[in-house]
Each structure stands twice: as C-alpha cells, then as structure tokens.
C-alpha cells in the first residue's frame, strides 16, 4: 500500500511538471509570434522559403479596390492603387511625404536599376507604343519561316512573357511614373538608370521621351531617388555628337535635385553615364572624347563624367581601357549568353578593372524570356526557379566586392527581365508567365532583402 501511494504521488508529481512545462512552452512560442512582423517576408534571411499561405495574398487587377480597402490607412498600399492617386500627388504635403520615408526603405545608392519610358497606349498616346511589339524574324529565312510573323495586340496580347499589374500602361502616365518610383524606393535601389535617347530620336518601335526626364526627375526626387542616364545607340553616336548630348544632359538636368553624381575615390561629385552597345564605335573614336588628349575631349571641361562601357566578349575589357572608359558593365540577365554575362568570369574582369583603375559593375537580372518577341530563341531563356536564379545572381555579384551592383532590370517587359509587379493573366490565345506562388511584389522584396545584405558587406569590406 505504501508503494503504490508512493507512486501515486511520483505520478501526480510528474503530470504537474510536464503541464507547468508545456505552458511554459507555450508562453515562450506565443512571445515569439508576438514579436514577429506583421508583414512576414522570408524565412530565410536571404531564401525564398515564403509559405505558401502568405502567397495567397497576391493582388490581381480586378482586385484592387479591395485591397484598397483592407490597407485600412497604409500609405503605401493606398498609393499602390494607382488609378486613385491624383496627377497633384506631388503637392503632398511634408508630413505626408515624411510618412512615406519612414514607411519605405532607405534608398541604397550603389544599386542602380534600369528604366524603360517607351510605353504609350491609347489613353495618353493615342495609340499603343512597344506593347504591340512586332514579332522579330530569325536572321536566318529558313528558320524565320517556321515562327509566327506579325504584331501583338494590346492590351490582351502583349509583346511580353508576363503581364503587368498596371496593365498596358503608358509610361507618360503621372500614376504610373509615381508608382514606378514607390516601387523601386521600396526595393531599397537608389538610382534610376534611365534608357535615352537625344530629343526627337527614339528607338525603332517607340518615339521621343526625352520630353518625360523632367517629371521623371521630380517624381524620383520625391522619393529621394537620383536619375541617371543609359545612352542608347542613337543615330550617328560618335564622339562629336556624345560631346554634344552630354553637355546637353548636364546643361538641362544637371542641376536637378535628383541627377545623380557619384563620389570618386579622390573626392569629385562627377555625373555618370552607362553607353549602350559601345563596342560597336571603335575604340579610337572614343578615346578622342575620353582621354585627355583627345580632339573631343570631356576631361577636365565642365562636362566630365563617368562613362561606363558595356562589355560582351572578353575582348572588349582592352578596347574599354584604351577608349578611355571609366569602367564596365555587363547588362544582360542570361547568365551564360555572353562573356560578360557568366558570372564565373565576373572575378577576372573585377581584377582586370581593379589592376586598370576601372569600375567593374557587374548586371544581375531575375531571368530572361523573350520568345513573346523572339519566338525563336528558346535557348536563351533563363528561369526565375522561383526567385533563386536573381538570388544566385547577387551571390555571384557580391562575391567580386563591386562598388556599385546593377539590375536588369525594373521593366524590361520584353525581356522578361522586371522586377516590377506582375499578375496571373489568361485569355483566349495566351497564358502568361507569373511570379505564383509568390506575390506580384516579390522581386523587389528580394532586392530589398539583398540590397541590406550588400550595405552590411560593403560596411565590412570598408573596415
């Protein structure tokens, strides 16, 4: 009798410490989940391990007012409506645009990002420009004659992969310019890398925007963004007509708030200017604008800057130092396409630039698909795995220890290269690509997420 009342006790003993234990477990779980934002992003600090219940959170078009709704006063979800934000937005006032900077990330001005202005549609442009984009045949007849030919047809069939979240915008829309820049900000990037063209030229499938810098230019000041300027391939680009459009660039925009200077390592504020496909102007016509001795020469005038050449085969790093360049790029999103591209070779060219007093900033991109306008060139595409392919992207970029990452890009539609939001769409002819099972926004949570990783390197680098 006496054992059995012994173990009795033993036994009530044990229950209440196993009880009083399981709630102190309780207690410590429920203080976790308390502390954990209310925005949960990724469980991985810099994976993409976002569970799938919070994906069912992704905003479809004809969702918004809804969404609008259950903002229940964030500014930043409210603004996201774009269709109602007034074009007066910028006369908001200062404690309303305080708000907005204690909402958004802070900008991070070694991530720079590149901007298209060449969509246009009916509403703003009196016809739809680039969203038609014309399918582009094969250099090849004989294997042009096995795509479709033609043009696509806005606004349900688009030259895209994917489809936006503002629809077929036009890029001279004040909402959509506001939007763009929200977004970017709230990607923690801290400079537009605006695609240009001289007054009155455009690519072959748009028209003029340089008309759009000055808003482009206010709006990105809003957001404590700086603009800087990508330079097409114009017509006649040599060193003569560069001369001209730069000092035409810096005359115009140069003291705007928002034009952006880079610090060099001596101490000078100097514009910078990516040159596109400059490998197609011999180096000897560059150097007469690039180096001090040169006929056409920009160094040391009052339009000197930073220009920064593309490089796509291995061969362009000497023609880059010998036109007298002040650094490189690599641009495309197809890691493998192209010499400066893979970024196996990004540790060489970083040390051939760092041996050239160059500045070798390297291009990562979320993916590429642009059969929507090369139906011919599966090979090319890259897959977004979800978001990993952008995130191998950034490892490889930090790796090299740049002073400056770029991102191709923000709405590169065609390409498939955005990291703007985008939407499930189905119609009758096409199923587009989406982010699922992620929300429309998760590529700019991922570069804001990577943009603090390298602001935390970059601190440890300096050290």
């Known amino acids: 009798i006496l054992n059995y009342d012994i173990m009795a006790r033993f036994r009530r003993r044990t229950c209440i410490i196993l009880l009083l234990f399981i709630l102190f477990i309780c207690s410590i779980m429920m203080a976790l989940k308390t502390l954990r934002p209310d925005r949960a992003g990724f469980g991985d600090p810099f994976g993409l391990g976002l569970l799938p219940e919070l994906q069912q959170r992704t905003v479809l078009l004809d ?105 077929s915008y036009s890029s001279k829309d004040p909402t959509v310019i506001e939007a763009h820049m929200k977004q970017m900000r709230s990607a923690s990037t801290g400079v537009i890398v605006l695609s240009w063209y001289p007054p009155g030229m455009a690519d072959e499938n748009g028209e003029p925007t340089d008309n759009l810098v000055p808003i482009i230019l206010d709006y990105a000041h809003k957001y404590n963004l700086k603009v800087t300027f990508h330079i097409e391939p114009y017509k006649d680009r040599d060193d003569r007509s560069m001369y001209h459009n730069v000092k035409y660039i810096i005359d115009k925009y140069g003291s705007h708030p928002a034009f952006y200077r880079h610090k060099t390592s001596t101490g000078r504020l100097l514009p910078m200017f990516y040159v596109y496909d400059s490998y197609v102007t011999i180096p000897e016509i560059w150097a007469n604008l690039l180096t001090v001795s040169g006929s056409q020469s920009i160094r040391n005038t009052p339009y000197d800057a930073l220009f920064i050449a593309l490089l796509v085969e291995e061969r362009h790093k000497h023609d880059i130092h010998r036109s007298g360049f002040d650094g490189m790029y690599t641009y495309f999103a197809t890691n493998g396409f192209s010499y400066g591209s893979s970024h196996h070779n990004w540790a060489s060219l970083k040390a051939f630039c760092d041996s050239n007093n160059l500045m070798f900033i390297p291009s990562v991109g979320p993916g590429y698909i642009d059969t929507s306008i090369r139906p011919w060139n599966n090979h090319n595409t890259r897959n977004r795995v979800n978001g990993k392919y952008y995130e191998t992207a950034f490892s490889a970029a930090l790796l090299v220890r740049p002073e400056i990452i770029s991102i191709t890009s923000f709405n590169e539609w065609h390409e498939g290269t955005q990291i703007e939001k985008a939407v499930p769409k189905r119609t009758g002819q096409v199923v587009y690509l989406d982010y699922k099972p992620h929300k429309p926004n998760v590529y700019l949570e991922l570069t804001q997420k990577w943009s603090e990783k390298y602001r935390k390197e970059q601190e440890q680098w300096l050290m």
Request: hydrophobic letters at 30%; charged letters at 20%; zero cysteines.
């Open 63 to 167: 969702s918004k007012q809804n969404s609008l709704n259950r903002a229940q006063g964030d500014t930043v979800t409210r603004a996201s409506n774009l269709h109602s934000i007034a074009v007066n937005t910028m006369k908001a006032s200062m404690s309303s645009v305080r708000k907005l900077e204690e909402e958004l990330s802070s900008p991070n001005y070694n991530f720079h990002i590149f901007y298209y202005t060449w969509y246009g549609n009916p509403q703003f442009d009196g016809k739809y420009i680039h969203w038609n984009h014309p399918l582009l045949p094969h250099w090849d007849p004989k294997i042009a004659n096995n795509y479709p030919k033609g043009r696509h047809n806005p606004p349900e069939d688009i030259g895209a992969n994917f489809y936006p979240e503002l629809g």
